[in-house]
């Protein structure tokens, strides 16, 4: 069960840059609370606007700039630097991404991903500790509306956005407290393609820009040292709970995220919230998270007499029975241990089938310590729903 174990290997193809442009219609309208960019009007006039404070990453300005810009894809996609004034919001060119131009064999175009590289040439910006936003200005010329997550170094998903067909300028706020904004390697643009009906994936990038701020940032670490190891009460724990791997995307992998309706809460001040979606095929992706590789502290000065036990509450938000399997998983020969519950729809979890008693740990698991690798939280479930997880700890 390491977690190189757990994650699924995707193969990538790069994909060649070339020049050209189009002349495609227009049509515009906004998805965020953002000011918009003014209306480009027509072909010969120029979309031109300032942000006050904002620090210029990427422009896409010059064909070295998209072949930096490593347009990765499962299916054959094209990125073409666009000088055709209507999809351009910042300098006199921008990135024009016709993608996914081949279906895939369940009749849906694949998604694509799009990476703009950090600390090189055109992205010189890695330490992002001193940004309070991002931003980003996208066309959608598809024709439908467009999925899109923008995620940091592979693995933290800043935004998920749905694009409108036209201009969306989109700015994310990013809470440093949460993760380590002081080395980001790469920025990547996911974007769901469209369905057996639609037509490839028509887009343009523009103005990849930081707000600046002055104000530093504390970012929140997480005590293990005592009996309460998952309080939930920062994004950073949730980003502990790893999903299981084996999801189909970015867009139908679990959603998780900081709960603080005390509908939901029955410890502290917080719990955490899942969200399990289905594939675009219709069946349900991965129902499972687990708590992080190796961080659950010395669980060997738990063993005896006390009968102590690793406790949690878990709330089933869906119209559905769940059968939870939560299992211990050891370093050592892959060995495991577990327990199962039945969570009746829209209730709480009995506290009395939710313990791991560490006694039971010892007996089954090798060796003189109790080296815990992860436990992992399996809901079985069979359609899209909500679990909330609340206070993972100890007890006796």
Not at 309 to 330: G, P
Request: aromatic share 12%; proline share 3%; hydrophobic share 35%.
């Amino acid at each position: 069960m390491k977690k190189s174990k757990l994650r699924m290997l995707v193969s990538l193809l790069l994909i060649p840059v070339c020049m050209s442009a189009s002349a495609v219609g227009c049509k515009k309208k906004t998805t965020t609370d953002a000011p918009p960019p003014p209306d480009p009007g027509g072909p010969e006039e120029q979309i031109t606007y300032t942000d006050d404070g904002a620090q210029r990453l990427m422009s896409f300005e010059a064909v070295e700039e998209l072949l930096q810009s490593a347009a990765i894809s499962a299916a054959q996609s094209k990125v073409e630097l666009n000088d055709d004034a209507r999809y351009i919001s910042d300098g006199g060119k921008s990135a024009h991404m016709r993608m996914n131009q081949v279906k895939n064999t369940s009749g849906y175009y694949d998604n694509s991903l799009v990476q703009l590289l950090c600390n090189t040439k055109y992205l010189k910006k890695a330490d992002f500790s001193d940004v309070e936003y991002l931003g980003l200005d996208i066309y959608n010329n598809s024709g439908f509306k467009v999925d899109f997550v923008l995620k940091a170094s592979k693995w933290l998903i800043l935004n998920r956005s749905t694009l409108d067909e036209g201009w969306n300028r989109i700015q994310i706020y990013l809470d440093r407290t949460t993760a380590d904004f002081s080395k980001i390697t790469v920025f990547d643009l996911d974007f769901k393609g469209g369905g057996a009906d639609d037509k490839p994936l028509d887009v343009y990038v523009d103005n990849f820009r930081a707000y600046l701020t002055q104000t530093p940032a504390v970012q929140y670490v997480q005590d293990l040292s005592g009996e309460n190891w998952y309080t939930f009460k920062n994004m950073r724990e949730a980003y502990a709970m790893y999903d299981m791997g084996g999801f189909e995307s970015v867009f139908s992998m679990p959603r998780m995220s900081i709960n603080r309706n005390t509908d939901y809460i029955l410890t502290g001040d917080a719990s955490l919230k899942v969200e399990f979606c289905k594939k675009r095929n219709g069946a349900m992706d991965t129902s499972s998270v687990r708590t992080a590789d190796n961080n659950l502290g010395d669980l060997n000065r738990y063993v005896g007499a006390e009968n102590w036990y690793i406790a949690f509450d878990i709330y089933n938000a869906t119209n559905e029975h769940i059968k939870l399997s939560s299992t211990v998983f050891s370093n050592y020969n892959d060995e495991r241990y577990g327990i199962s519950a039945q969570i009746a729809p829209h209730s709480w979890s009995n506290p009395a089938e939710t313990r791991i008693y560490i006694n039971d740990l010892k007996t089954n698991f090798t060796g003189e310590a109790l080296n815990v690798l992860t436990v992992v939280f399996a809901f079985g479930l069979t359609s899209p729903g909500t679990v909330y997880i609340d206070s993972i700890r100890m007890a006796k």
